[in-house]
Structures are given as C-alpha cells and as structure tokens.
C-alpha cells in the first residue's frame, strides 16, 4: 500500500478542459499541486447532425497535448482522463476516443451519465459533514441530480441540458431578456419536475462545479466577506432571488469585470443561477450549501481508496481532515488523542461542578478544537495564536461549515481575553452574545488542558475535579515524570480559574509513576 501518490486528473467537460495534478501523503492527506483550465466550449462545436465539427476536435487535441507535457514537467505517470456529456453527445464520440489514443497515447474514459453523478457525489460525500441532501452539478453540456441519505447514493438522474446549451436554446444576445428567463425557467422547471423524488424533500442543495463556485464567490463579493472559499459556505433562496435580480439587470460588459465571477461565464451565469433556484423551489429549501469538490475529487479519491481503503472516511470527514491537519504541521497522533481525552475530561468535570452545562454539541466542539489546537506552533512558538487562528480560519476544512470553522479557530487559537477579543471581531454578527461568551470560556479550558500536554509525551493519563469551600482540586494522574507539565499547568491554571471564579489547587498523583 503506497504512502504517497501523485496523480493527474484531465476533466474534459462541455465547457472547459481542466487538468488538476494531486499529490496523496497518507499521513498529510490530499493536495492540489497544479491547476490548469481552458475554456474550450466543446459544447458549441457539435452540430445539428450530432457531430463534433473537426474544429472542435482539433482543439481538444491541441489542449490536451499542452496538458500531457505539464504532466511531463510534474513528474506524473499516473493519469487519468475523464470525458463528460459533449463528448458522450457527440455521434462521433468513438472517432474522437480512438484519434486521441492514437495521435497522443492518452487513454479517455468516456463517464456514463451515472458514472458523472456518483464522482460528483463522492466528492461531496467525503468533503462535507451535511449527511443527506440532494446535489446539483451543472456543466455545459448537461446537468447531473444525486439524492444521497446517510451518505448513501440512493437516486441519481442526468439531464441533457447545461449552461452553454441552454444559451444556445434560449438567448439570442449575450445575456438573457425578461422574456427568454421565462421560457428558459419553464423549461428547466418543466425537466426537473420529472423527478418525483427530489419534490418536496425538504433536504439541503449542494451545488457543485464553477458556475455554483462563482455565484458564491459573487455573493461573498458584495458583501465583503471576511473567510476565503467557498468549500462550506451555504446561501439562502432569498439571496439566491436577490442574487439573480442583482445580476439579470447587468450587461455582458458589466458581467465580465464583475470581481468573483471568471470573464469566461459572464453569458452562462444568470441560466446556472435559474437551475439553482427553480430546483430548490422543487426540492422544498432553503438552504444552498456550496462545496469545491466534485467530479475530479471523486475520480481521484476513487483511484486513491482502491490502494489505501483507510485514505478517506465520509462518515467521519472532519476527523479525517484534522488528522491530516495536525500531521501536516507536525502533531503525533499521540500527543492530538491525548490532548482530546484531557479536554473532554476537563469538560466532563466541569459540568458535573455546575461550571459548564452539558451539551453534546460544546463537546464535539471541544473535541475538534483539541485536535487541532496551537498548530501554529508549527511555524513559530511565540506567535502560534496568531498563526493558528489564520491557518485554520483561511483555509477549507473538510466536514466544517464556515461558522464551525470559525468556532473552532477561536477555540484552537485561544491565548487570552484580548486575542480572542481581536480574532472575533470581525465575525462577532455571526454569533449570539452568550454563544461568544461561551466560546470564549471553552478556549480558556483548552488552553489549560493543553498546559498537561506541553512535552507532547502522553504523561497525563488523567484528571478529576473536586469543589470544597472556595477553591477546586484538581486531581492529575502522571505516568511519566512532568517537569514541563507541573510547570505549564501553574502558568495556566489562571485561564480556568478566571472562568470558574474559584482558584485552582493542582495535585500531581505520582504513584506507581513509571520513571
């Protein structure tokens, strides 16, 4: 079973041709090393007859032939082509294949329309936390519906429409008028009404793919945002509704310097956001959750899973990713389970003293902040809050939504009152005031469990609480000898102490300690 992978994924869809270069580390996880797009709209070259035109088959050879030698220049034999609906629309599809292979080697995997959706929904079954929804992947060519539950694949349809085919049967112009949204909305109603069991499911959209991408991007755009990405990041059907009135009353110049949205899908955006809106009308939302995997994710976590079975877990996503996380900068997975076992416990006493009130939610929240707690010690010791916070706050973690991505930074970056005060700032409307409050206190806790972990050698085995008069014992159980622990914990302990409102008494239980 090999530790390491690098694998190229060529994406030839009806829009653009995409090649994406992965690099696999079964300790760090999955990595983009390279990403490269052109926008061929293969779409555009098929004709009346079912034909791909040689133009357009000259220019998928031209793009893929560039693509072969940037894989050349990476260092990658393990490749991947996939084709999706206008190659699989074209009558002449096995011409096209077989020239291919000929003329540059390349083997293409012609994906049936079951084929497009299962990789569409794996990518998001391994990258998401949300356990049943219905996805939506809209290329150009054609538009591909997964209804998944308990991140089962139970339904799957692919429709014979996209974005740019809907151009093409719909807009004289550029953009669309008053009058052809109606026609091209009564027909897109019209086609997705067919599916009796996304009507009235009740269950979140995921929207996969650039167009959905670029309307979260334009979204975050207007109102200033304050994260990058848009893996995690969930709209309303209302702001897809004023989204669309925003963008429908633009013109094709205005549209292509609009910052968000890639020049390239100025004339297809507003026919992908009416996709969006009509089907989460049928579906019985209103919830739109964006993610960036898709497709190409599933192909290569599929070529990944098949020689590491353990590589990824969809029913644990986040676990996965923090192991990955933590990995990544440096973390043993002994000092990342020791650290969770003492913040739980801590948690756990607290609770039962009367200082925290139970909840299973604060303590899987606690949990996920051990597991990545002060990773940005990884890039220097005396400004790992800071570090920490930034690392976790501006990247996209698998299994988190943008606002437990931002619990958790605060949690796991937590040094004092006046840092969390500054990190929190920009967020603070998205929290209730005791939620902030709460958090806050959560990070003080954390802070000191992580006192019992400093040497990163597991020599805290265990702790309880006892309250007596005005002041809390803490009772560790040492397996090792702690120097560094004893001393930390000291320092810390005025973290809780300022939380609970009591002082804090430590007493290290060395019997039977092992030295």
């Given at each position: ?260 949205l890639s020049s390239d899908r100025a004339d297809i955006i507003v026919p992908a956001l009416s996709v969006f809106r009509i089907l989460l009308n049928i579906v019985g939302t209103t919830r739109f959750q964006l993610t960036k995997k898709g497709l190409r994710e599933g192909l290569v976590m599929e070529r990944i899973l098949e020689k590491d079975p353990q590589a990824f877990d969809k029913y644990n996503v986040f676990d996965t990713h923090a192991k990955q996380l933590a990995a990544e900068y440096r973390r043993s997975d002994l000092e990342v389970e020791n650290l969770v076992h003492l913040a739980e416990r801590m948690y756990e006493e607290c609770c039962r003293l009367n200082f925290f009130t139970y909840q299973v939610a604060d303590k899987e929240l606690i949990r996920k902040a051990a597991k990545v707690f002060a990773i940005g010690e990884y890039i220097e010791l005396s400004s790992s809050s800071q570090h920490t916070f930034y690392l976790i706050a501006n990247q996209a973690i698998d299994g988190l939504n943008h606002v437990e991505r931002i619990k958790v ?107």
């Amino acid at each position: 079973m090999p530790t390491k992978m690098k694998t190229a994924i060529i994406d030839i869809g009806s829009n653009t041709v995409r090649l994406v270069i992965y690099d696999y580390d079964a300790r760090e996880g999955l990595h983009e090393l390279g990403n490269m797009k052109v926008v061929a709209r293969l779409r555009t070259h098929i004709l009346p007859t079912g034909e791909m035109t040689e133009e357009g088959i000259t220019l998928l050879e031209h793009i893929l032939r560039d693509f072969i030698e940037m894989i050349e220049d990476f260092g990658v034999t393990d490749v991947r082509a996939a084709a999706t609906a206008a190659i699989r629309q074209a009558a002449n599809r096995d011409e096209i294949i077989k020239r291919m292979s000929k003329k540059l080697g390349l083997k293409i995997d012609l994906l049936s329309e079951e084929q497009e959706a299962y990789y569409g929904f794996a990518g998001v079954a391994y990258s998401l936390a949300t356990p049943s929804a219905v996805t939506i992947d809209i290329g150009g060519g054609s538009t591909e519906i997964t209804l998944f539950k308990d991140k089962e694949l139970v339904h799957s349809h692919s429709f014979p429409f996209g974005t740019v085919s809907l151009k093409q049967m719909f807009v004289k112009g550029e953009v669309l008028s008053t009058n052809e949204q109606k026609q091209l909305n009564d027909y897109v109603r019209e086609q997705l009404s067919q599916i009796a069991w996304i009507k009235d499911c009740e269950l979140p959209v995921i929207g996969i793919g650039g167009s959905a991408r670029n309307i979260a991007q334009v979204h975050q755009q207007r109102q200033n945002y304050g994260l990058t990405g848009v893996h995690g990041y969930e709209m309303t059907a209302q702001d897809l509704r004023k989204l669309n009135d925003y963008l429908g009353n633009m013109t094709y110049d205005e549209l292509k310097q609009l910052d968000g949205l890639s020049s390239d899908r100025a004339d297809i955006i507003v026919p992908a956001l009416s996709v969006f809106r009509i089907l989460l009308n049928i579906v019985g939302t209103t919830r739109f959750q964006l993610t960036k995997k898709g497709l190409r994710e599933g192909l290569v976590m599929e070529r990944i899973l098949e020689k590491d079975p353990q590589a990824f877990d969809k029913y644990n996503v986040f676990d996965t990713h923090a192991k990955q996380l933590a990995a990544e900068y440096r973390r043993s997975d002994l000092e990342v389970e020791n650290l969770v076992h003492l913040a739980e416990r801590m948690y756990e006493e607290c609770c039962r003293l009367n200082f925290f009130t139970y909840q299973v939610a604060d303590k899987e929240l606690i949990r996920k902040a051990a597991k990545v707690f002060a990773i940005g010690e990884y890039i220097e010791l005396s400004s790992s809050s800071q570090h920490t916070f930034y690392l976790i706050a501006n990247q996209a973690i698998d299994g988190l939504n943008h606002v437990e991505r931002i619990k958790v930074a605060l949690l796991a970056s937590y040094k004092n009152k006046d840092y969390f005060s500054h990190f929190v700032e920009p967020f603070e409307s998205w929290l209730e005031e005791d939620e902030l409050h709460k958090l806050r206190d959560f990070g003080a806790m954390l802070k000191f469990a992580y006192a019992f972990t400093i040497s990163k050698r597991g020599v805290v085995q265990d702790l309880a609480m006892t309250h007596s008069g005005d002041c809390v014992t803490l009772t560790v159980q040492l397996q090792k000898n702690a120097a560094a622990e004893k001393y930390q914990a000291e320092r810390h302990k005025k973290h809780l102490e300022r939380v609970i409102k009591e002082d804090i008494i430590i007493q290290f239980n060395e019997e039977g300690l092992n030295k």
